[in-house]
């Protein structure tokens, strides 16, 4: 079995400062100072082996961000690749139909979550999504509690 030649991770001036900045600054998004960590070890002369071990990061995810980097630079470090699947439907159609369908509501009208849906041929939860994100439901109120949340010990109290 042949090894392959380490080929270290030469950092310019601007760049080692930008990802110390990174890895320093308070508000920095803690992927970004991972994968900064990571470039700083590997620019220093750390195996991927080694670095894997100090960072307590595996050597698939050490040796995905050494490759990144190489072929985008910082910019790679700072953006996600795109997931799989089918992307998200905009929501700016979905909101405009809700609120069209609120307005043309007589006021001190309510209709539920579910007749809202079927109002707008929408799916149930992207409606409740839109009218939390209107501040119109409250984020608390997402759905009732299951039976199991309430303790089997608490004493019932009966009205009759």
Do not use: N
């Amino acid at each position: 079995m042949s090894v392959l030649p380490r080929v270290p991770i030469v950092l310019s001036e601007y760049q080692r400062e930008q990802l110390i900045r990174w890895v320093s600054a308070p508000g920095t998004p803690a992927r970004v100072v991972r994968r900064s960590r990571i470039i700083l070890q590997l620019a220093s002369g750390y195996s991927v082996h080694r670095a894997s071990q100090v960072l307590s990061i595996s050597e698939p995810t050490i040796r995905l961000w050494r490759d990144r980097f190489r072929f985008g630079g910082l910019d790679a470090l700072t953006t996600d690749a795109p997931r799989p699947g089918r992307p998200r439907r905009a929501r700016g159609e979905a909101s405009t139909k809700v609120s069209e369908c609120l307005a043309a509501m007589p006021q001190g009208t309510h209709l539920s979550v579910r007749a809202l849906a079927r109002e707008t041929g929408l799916g149930r939860h992207l409606v409740q999504q839109i009218l939390i994100d209107m501040e119109l439901l409250p984020r608390a109120v997402r759905s009732r509690p299951s039976p199991s949340a309430t303790p089997a010990s608490a004493p019932r109290s009966d009205h009759s």
